[in-house]
């Protein structure tokens, strides 16, 4: 028998399928049990179908969805559009049409996975998206299986490849956020609007489906707090490399006594911490559990041939589950109730950096301050700043989400003071 495929969209990572189905076709055949074969793609309009037959790509190109959607030798649909619509009309078609579907589509799955993974669910076919979250290493998999019989405490993650590029431009090389951000389109790593990327949205949808697979709860991305990088300054890098720790945009997810806390936000992360050693576009998924401990998945998060292997890898899976007679089950059927934690349970350290007067006492009025919440100092840097200013940098011992509103809320009430920059500061 052969599997016939409909993939939606020929842009970068559908473009790749075939590279695999060619190079690597005998194991991939032998690993689904079935010959794998691209039937038709849809692209969305003809000047697009004229311009790939003339570069070479010899498919049957098509305009209308339903020509996939109503041809009913087609198993299996990979939606590799991007964005909300029409991905997540054409994903509901194929679906109620008894069709599986692949997506690597992070934004719908952390928007509308839910109703998805239902309608998948009540149809009895399968909907997987491995490639959805850091593109090449199979997180997602490992977790649904590997770690079943694991339980995970806290995910940490380097999800974006953007933001990590950049800032290991400013880390190494010293380069502004402006530098960095501008490179990073040169290269074709940021999009001209870059927000998604280092405002922390793009991996605060990776944290929501993370959530799922390491904790069983469908969180929405109105439940992940985030905070991107355009705010960190170079004097905030330099702070960060003399006290030993770099500066990385990481998504943290855990369990608290009272529920599940995820956030996304410039971290200190120790320079012997293996998180601090991903560099560059490069993603790591840091998971602590009961029992392995702790683990780490490292590789590439986008790109071509990383991306495709894993929409690949789905699509085997797949064809496995129809010659098994096995197909339907969910991609993940780690599930339990949402509770989301009480901010005075998430706790941390954190950096605080504090543009104050140049005179006598300011130290101690600080102390004050943070003491009244019951927060307590590891590190304290005092610098001459200019003019008549000074910047004093904090390093506090552990203090809670409730604790840190609070404290900035009374230093934002002392007009003298100026708090430039809170970031969260992680432990070896
Ligand atoms: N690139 C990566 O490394 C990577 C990594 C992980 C996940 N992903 C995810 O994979 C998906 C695809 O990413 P990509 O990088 O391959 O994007 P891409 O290069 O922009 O490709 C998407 C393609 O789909 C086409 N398209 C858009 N709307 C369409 C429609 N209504 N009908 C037919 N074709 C349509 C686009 O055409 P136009 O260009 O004309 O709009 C484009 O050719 C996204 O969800 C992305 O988040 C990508």
């Known amino acids: 028998m052969t599997i016939k495929l409909g993939l939606l969209g020929f842009g970068t990572v559908a473009s790749g399928i075939p590279f695999l189905l060619e190079e ?16 038709k793609v849809l692209v969305k309009d003809e000047e697009e179908k004229t311009r ?3 570069a070479g790509n010899d498919y049957h190109f098509v305009t209308d969805i339903d020509d996939i959607i109503s041809d009913s030798e087609i198993d299996i649909v990979i939606e590799l559009m991007g964005r909300i619509e029409p991905a997540k009309t054409f994903i509901t078609k194929a679906l109620k049409a008894g069709k599986h579907v692949v997506s690597a589509n992070k934004d719908l799955i952390a928007s509308h996975g839910k109703e998805l993974i239902s309608l998948a669910q009540d149809k009895g076919v399968a909907f997987y998206y491995e490639a959805a979250v850091a593109g090449g290493i199979p997180i997602l998999r490992t977790m649904a299986n590997s770690l079943t019989s694991d339980k995970v ?4 993650g380097v999800l974006n490849g953007t933001s990590n590029f950049m800032l290991t431009k400013m880390v190494d090389e010293g380069w502004s956020y402006e530098d960095a951000l501008v490179t990073a389109q040169k290269l074709g790593y940021a999009e001209s609007d870059p927000t998604n990327d280092v405002e922390g949205i793009d991996a605060a949808y990776k944290a929501v489906i993370l959530s799922q697979f390491g904790f069983g709860m469908t969180i929405g991305l109105e439940d992940v ?24 945009l990481v998504g943290a997810i855990e369990e608290t ?4 806390f995820a956030e996304v936000s410039p971290s200190f992360v120790p320079k012997t911490h ?7 576009v490069m993603n790591a998924v840091f998971v602590e559990s009961i029992g392995i401990g702790q683990s780490m998945y490292y590789g590439p998060g986008a790109g071509q041939k990383p991306t495709a292997t894993s929409v690949v890898a789905d699509i085997v899976r797949i064809a496995r589950h129809l010659n098994d007679k096995t197909i339907g089950k969910p991609f993940n059927e780690f599930s339990r109730e949402i509770k989301l934690s009480d901010l005075s349970d998430v706790k941390s350290r954190y950096y605080f950096s504090i543009e104050t007067p140049d005179k006598k006492g300011q130290l101690l009025q600080l102390a004050e301050i943070f003491s009244s919440e019951d927060i307590s100092f590891e590190q304290v840097l005092q610098q001459k700043a200019q003019g008549e200013r000074a910047s004093v940098v904090i390093i506090t011992h552990e203090m809670s989400k409730t604790a840190l509103a609070n404290v900035t809320a009374k ?10 920059n809170t970031f969260k500061v992680l432990g070896e």
């Open 225 to 248: 707090t985030h905070k991107g990088i355009s705010t960190i300054s170079t004097a905030d890098v330099a702070v960060a490399q003399q006290l030993g720790y770099v500066i990385k």
């Open 411 to 420: 230093l934002s009430e002392v007009a003298e003071f100026k708090v430039l």
């Open 24 to 39: 690597n076709g005998d194991k991939i055949t032998a690993a689904a049990k079935d010959q794998i074969e691209i039937s």
């Open 274 to 280: 293996p998180l601090a050693s991903v560099n560059g």
């Open 153 to 156: 405490t806290r995910i940490l």
């Open 52 to 54: 790939l037959l003339a």
């Open 257 to 260: 006594p009272s529920g599940l």
